[in-house]
């Protein structure tokens, strides 16, 4: 395998990272090229249960180096928090193996405080932001009002830098939502505490990555969120603030020459959502409470339960399409197996007219799934580790994925641990 991208097909959590976990033995570098620490991908193997939200997941992995790309939201303060919480689990964390961009920008102090005064304001009317400053850090870096990682080796540069940025900043701080402005004095502390521990990590990785590429290196790209949080093709303003598609994974990642030869979509077997917006396919009650619960879907940052539902075709299509998948990876088989037989949304009814195609935005309010059963294989499938072994009922589930979103199946996923996959 040479470069490829591990991308999420739906509203994310659909395993992504226990995938990059796996893949990874096929690779030399591993990098995350957008999104923040608003992530969460737990990723088990022989060193335990890792809940990663910066870090890429090849950490994990010796021998691999992990870059945190131009694309991604810089947040130092978490970032340290990470690193120390990893590593006291015996995981080795240098600049050997974890490199910084030069041109990751930084995700400031005030934009969690910004995330969480907007989300006050909006009240009943909310997004559901995880008050990780996102959202407010990428309007400031398209509005080139952030300090870039590489800064922090330039102290008289980034002194004046900031000095700006401040003053412009406490407008909309005490102006707009009137909170406590900023002070120079309290920039300059968080620089000293967050900011000089990782300047060791920083460096130049779109030259290094451009050598690596002449060197045969293969490099596999992690995407945080999926298809329906992006920005420019989700569900829409319910998305993340960045890109989550596999196109832009070299720009965000500091290789812009590189070509992905496989793109693997992950998809959760059933459907899972966190925060507000438009989930079509949504169960309540105690079906749902169940599938929950087997399943943990309790968010790895934010412990906030998950919304449920069966597997949305229409969904995944639209979102398998988006990715330009070369692969699908159907993650959390295993948890299906308690049911007698399998609900799978393949339609929706958008206006009183069957469809199957994902609608606008706008439209998913009043969107309606049409639900169909498949039989269920009533066992435990965890120990599965062959096509063949598999029962008859989970293959034709497996089959039937396969044949509506039009990309080959090629991983299965039985468990959280690393070996726990079926490769067809
Ligand atoms: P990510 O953000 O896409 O990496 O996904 P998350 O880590 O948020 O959510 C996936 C969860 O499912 C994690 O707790 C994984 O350990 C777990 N997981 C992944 N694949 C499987 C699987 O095949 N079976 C089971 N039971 N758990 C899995």
Known sequence: MSNCAVVGVNWGDEGKGRMVDFLTEDHDIVIRFQGGGNAGHTVVNSKGKFALHLLPSGVLREGIVNILGNGVALDPENLLIEIKEVQSKGVVISPNNLKISERASLLMPWHRELDELEEKRLAD???????????????????????????????????????????????????????????????????????????????????????????????????????????????????????????????????????????????????????????????????????????????????????????????????????????????????????????????????????DKFPFPAALDKAEPVIEWMPGWKTDVSGVRSWDDLPKEAQDYINMIERVVGIPVKYISVGAERDSIIIR
């Open 125 to 355: 009317k909310k997004y559901g932001s995880t008050k990780q400053g996102i959202a407010a850090f990428y309007s400031d870096k398209y509005q080139k009002k952030t300090i870039l990682a590489g800064e922090l080796l330039y102290p008289e540069y980034l002194q004046a830098h900031l000095k700006d940025l401040l003053e412009w900043k406490n407008l909309t701080l005490s102006g707009v939502y009137g909170a406590r402005p900023y002070t120079m004095e309290m920039l300059m502390e968080w620089v000293g505490n967050y900011c000089q521990p990782i300047i060791p990590y920083i460096c130049d990785t779109v030259s290094y990555l451009k050598e690596a590429q002449e060197e045969g290196k293969r490099i596999l790209f992690e995407a945080q969120l999926g298809a329906l949080r992006d920005l420019d093709y989700g569900i829409c303003p319910y998305t993340t603030s960045s890109t989550t598609l596999a196109r832009y994974a070299p720009v965000g990642a500091g290789a812009p020459s590189a070509d992905i030869s496989e793109i693997i979509g992950v998809v959760k077997a059933y459907s899972t959502c966190v925060g507000e917006g438009p989930f079509v396919c949504e169960m309540h009650g105690t079906d749902a409470e169940t599938l929950r619960n087997t399943g943990a879907e309790y968010g790895a940052k934010t412990g906030r339960p998950r919304r449920v539902g069966p597997l949305d075709l229409v969904a995944t299509r639209y979102g398998a399409a988006m990715q330009n998948a070369t692969g699908i990876a159907v993650t959390k088989l295993d948890i299906l197996g308690y049911m007698d037989s399998i609900p799978v949304c393949t339609k929706y009814i958008v206006n009183g007219k069957e469809t």
